[in-house]
């Protein structure tokens, strides 16, 4: 039987892959916090997952304003990076992992969550940092990822309750996958900051701090946090964390935390990583 | 009735919903279109006729000709897309967030390396200590 072993969370500055790209992740800048994913990817090499469903956001890549899905699940077999502007990352086609995909939807939207299909798409820094910082540069992917957008830039997103019920909805449609995969559930996105206007650099430490506390040990009541709460001390991008709370359903009500970094600044942004496993 | 919107009182701060995503969908969409190479190269070459096929407003268009993102934003613009258009000017998320904030680029870059802006006083209009004065409900 497939299993959910663990859930990692990590923020996606697309700044740091862009760091990584250019060749300047031993920079003074950089280095501290490119230091944060060392533990990471020792970690992630001995896990050897088979399979990572990958909450993140698209910005303005695969979707446009002509289609805004609140919750959308990637079943394709490969996910080219996006050119954001700049032309794609150059980092490797991310394979999918159709099958597991289309069993997490069928079983999901039978759970009453009414999730997008999408059969092709192109993936942007949201999922491909994450995946830099917990691989590095790689020839080839080490693991197939299924891609969970989900809507945090058109206002209103998804409530954290959602997020954190959905999650559950998909620990119980991988634990009715019958191949035996070691799967990995990751959140994306935050922490505190904001973009835009002249309260752009906005980043709320103790709060963001008090948020992982309770992310990890309290999620439940985590959850019930209004969006305007995440706007005020977070920032208007900070409300991406509800993406965490899909990653924290699929986990135990108790789990392991073998990694936590915190570390300001990446660009605009706090940067925020845990790693949670599975007790039992 | 109307859209309830508690985050209106968020000082410098627009949030990008319903309403400004109606009003932002062509400024929004000729961003997207910055996503190809060739649009890029057809832009910059002209960036007045560029424009000038998109059915954006004429205070639209001026905020894309004068990369006025704080006026862009109030228009209906999103960050997200709007990266597609510093993007293609080869500059940062951070480089166009200091433009909105009113400060120079190194002041901005110094405060983000001591820790950012502090929400103290950042909360909502007229928020005087520890949120005292600021709506929590809403959704």
Request: glycine letters at 8%; a negative charge; aromatic letters at 10%.
């Amino acid at each position: 039987m497939a299993r959910i072993t663990a859930g990692v969370a990590t923020s996606h500055v697309p700044a740091i892959g862009a760091a990584l790209d250019n060749g300047r992740s031993a920079e003074p800048y950089w280095k501290p916090l490119f230091a944060g994913y060392e533990f990471s990817k020792q970690w992630v090499s001995r896990q050897k997952p088979d399979v990572a469903v990958l909450v993140y956001n698209d910005h303005a890549s695969a979707f446009s304003l002509d289609i805004v899905p609140t919750f959308a699940i990637g079943c394709s077999a490969a996910f080219q990076p996006a050119d954001e502007g700049w032309g794609p990352r150059p980092v490797p086609v991310v394979e999918g992992h159709p099958e597991l995909a289309s069993h997490i939807a069928q079983s999901v939207i039978q759970q009453d969550f009414d999730l997008t299909i999408i059969n092709r798409m192109d993936v942007d820094h949201g999922l491909t940092v994450p995946m830099s910082l917990m691989f590095g540069q790689p020839e080839r992917w080490p693991i197939r990822v299924i891609p969970l957008a989900v809507n945090v830039v058109l206002f209103p997103p998804p409530s954290g309750r959602r997020c954190f019920e959905l999650g559950k909805a998909i620990r119980r449609a991988v634990d009715s996958f019958d191949e035996d995969l070691n799967v990995q559930v990751w959140g994306t996105g935050g922490m505190s900051h904001q973009l835009q206007g002249p309260r752009a650099g906005l980043i709320n430490k103790e709060w963001d701090n008090r948020w992982l506390d309770r992310l990890i040990d309290d999620p439940d009541a985590l959850a019930q946090m209004p969006h305007i709460e995440y706007l005020r001390e977070a920032g208007s991008e900070g409300v991406e964390l509800v993406m965490w709370l899909i990653m924290r359903g699929a986990l135990d009500a108790k789990v392991r935390t073998v990694h936590r970094f915190y570390h300001v600044p990446a660009s605009n942004t706090a940067v925020g990583h845990v790693i949670l496993e599975n007790g039992s | 009735m109307a859209l309830e919107k508690p985050y209106s009182d968020i000082p410098g701060t627009v949030i990008f919903d319903a309403d400004q995503a109606r009003k932002g969908y062509h400024l929004n969409q000729f961003c997207m279109s910055l996503m190809k190479p060739d649009n890029r190269t057809r832009f910059k070459r002209d960036e007045r006729a560029y424009v000038d096929e998109w059915p954006m407003s004429e205070d639209q268009k001026r905020g894309v000709l004068a990369r006025d993102y704080n006026r862009m934003i109030e228009l209906g613009g999103n960050i997200y897309f709007l990266a597609k258009l510093f993007s293609t000017d080869g500059k940062s998320f951070q480089y166009t967030a200091a433009t909105m904030t009113g400060m120079t680029q190194e002041a901005y870059a110094t405060m983000m390396l001591n820790g950012g802006r502090s929400p103290e006083g950042n909360r909502c209009v007229g928020e005087t200590s520890a949120r005292a004065g600021c709506e929590k409900e809403g959704k």
